[in-house]
T-cell receptor, first 108, second 115 residues
């Protein structure tokens, strides 16, 4: 069965410090992975997807199949990065399997 | 362009009551889904639709019905509300099936409390 694990419910970092939000998954096939973000009083929205290997708002995430991880990283955190972050996996059957989320707080 | 619109934003129901959560999208998306989010858990798929007239069950479908008579609308019906259905409900739509090149767009959520 598919499973997405985000081990940290809460994460606080100082502005300018590096940030890493952890995501591990279990799936026997080839996963397609995403990071979704929910800013305060806004709706859930896509941040980035592993297939595009892009950097969005300074965030990157690399799929590590050996470690079954898809950690989200940013070298210098900004206050506007404070939000709830969800890692999600799809098997292609129109279902997104979400982790429980990590609330990131960037301290000024 | 409103995107995905859910109504109501908040609702309190008594056990046994029925109600319909509304979801509408104006992006001409074929795929629409309903998720629920419980405290300490990720979003879980309730039902989804791949086009008008076509629906299927997700991970947690019991106690809910859906129909898709138009491309724009995908209502979620609670047949007989139970306290276990207290949750935040999210509707989502996408142009195609959720895949690496397809983004899911979410509504703002409906917070439902069943007492």
């Amino acid at each position: 069965a598919q499973r997405v694990t985000q081990p940290e419910k809460l994460l606080s970092v100082f502005k300018g410090a590096p940030v890493e939000l952890k995501c591990n998954y279990s799936y026997s096939g080839s996963p397609e992975l995403f990071w979704y973000v929910q800013y305060s009083r806004q709706r859930l929205q896509l941040l980035l997807r592993h297939i595009s290997r892009e950097s969005i708002k300074g965030f990157t995430a690399d799929l590590n199949k050996g470690e079954t991880s898809f950690h989200l990283k940013k070298p210098f955190a900004q206050e506007e990065d404070s939000a709830m972050y969800y890692c999600a996996l799809t098997t292609g059957a129109n279902n997104l399997f979400f982790g429980t989320g990590t609330r990131l707080t960037v301290i000024p | 362009n409103a995107g995905v619109t859910q109504t109501p934003k908040f609702q309190v129901l008594k056990t046994g009551q029925s109600m319909t959560l509304q979801c509408a999208q104006d992006m001409n998306h074929e795929y629409m889904s309903w998720y629920r989010q419980d405290p300490g858990m990720g979003l879980r798929l309730i039902h989804y639709s791949v086009g008008a007239g076509i629906t299927d069950q997700g991970e947690v479908p019991n106690g809910y019905n859906v129909s898709r008579s138009t491309t724009e609308d995908f209502p979620l019906r609670l047949l007989s509300a139970a306290p276990s259905q207290t949750s935040v409900y999210f509707c989502a739509s996408s142009y195609g099936r959720v895949a690496s090149n397809t983004e899911a767009f979410f509504g703002q959520g409906t917070r439902l409390t069943v007492v």
